[in-house]
């Protein structure tokens, strides 16, 4: 069984993956240890949730990794965990990964955006700052701006609190509503989803890996502390209460 974790970056994926994964709402503290003890061979994660709940432990992927199961990661909280976890056997793949592997980005908000329910197929309220760089980086190859004025779009995008980044935001921070029509046109006609993108080779890396590949990597032993332990054996709740299993609790609130 093949589980991924996916939401806004990747709203379709129930009709992308059909029956060959398992898909569930972004990934929380406790989901991928919830999927492990489902039987989940391999474990994709695309999205996680971050801000009222606390987010997918590292601890639980290398327990998945000493278990012998494959982990992969991209495009939002999976490309985090991938660069941070990707010396003991995490997967990561794409753009996103990459650069937060090499330090190219260091901030986890460069992935977040504000978001509508799953009800609505979690419909983007601002953008994510990867896809404004991937936007730009377009229009630059394009030569369609000039680079003084790549440059002040991209600091004013930089400088904005994820849940209020918006083109027109962005546009109006920058000083260029002068433009703001015919340069909207041009943000919105050069978009470049880049969470997407990244989270499409994911689901394209997990139907092709081959299962007998190992899941971990390197010389190291998960250690089963004490609170380990103890959040393990909590009850489920929340989104992944209908795996018939036991699940980390949700001890506090992420940043």
Not at 76 to 85: F, H, I, N, V
Not at 95 to 122: C, K, N, Q, S, W
Not at 187 to 211: T, W
């Amino acid at each position: 069984m093949k589980i991924l974790f996916a939401g806004p970056s990747l709203p379709d994926a129930a009709r992308i993956c059909g029956d060959a994964f398992t898909v569930r709402p972004p990934a929380a503290h406790g989901d991928a240890l919830a999927a492990v003890r489902a039987g989940a061979r391999a474990i994709g994660i695309v999205d996680g949730s971050f801000e009222h709940v606390a987010p997918v432990w590292h601890k639980e992927i290398l327990f998945a990794l000493d278990s012998g199961v494959h982990v992969f990661g991209a495009a939002s909280m999976g490309a985090l965990r991938a660069a941070e976890c990707a010396c003991f056997g995490m997967i990561g793949i794409g753009r996103i990964y990459a650069d937060f592997a090499t330090g190219r980005r260091v901030d986890d908000a460069d992935v977040a955006l504000l978001h509508g329910p799953a009800e609505l197929g979690y419909p983007a309220l601002s953008l994510p700052l990867v896809n404004v760089d991937a936007t730009l980086d377009r229009i630059a190859d394009e030569k369609r701006l000039d680079a003084a004025r790549l440059a002040r779009l991209r600091e004013a995008a930089a400088g904005l609190f994820y849940k209020t980044r918006t083109w027109s935001r962005i546009v109006e921070t920058a000083g260029m509503a002068e433009d703001g029509p015919r340069l909207l046109q041009l943000l919105h006609a050069s978009a470049v989803d880049r969470k997407r993108e990244d989270a499409l080779l994911l689901v394209a890396a997990m139907a092709d890996f081959p299962p007998q590949t190992p899941a971990r990597r390197g010389n190291w032993r998960f250690q089963a502390t004490s609170l380990w332990r103890a959040a393990a054996d909590q009850p489920p709740t929340g989104p992944a209460a209908d795996f018939p299993i036991q699940r980390v609790s949700r001890p506090s609130h992420a940043p």
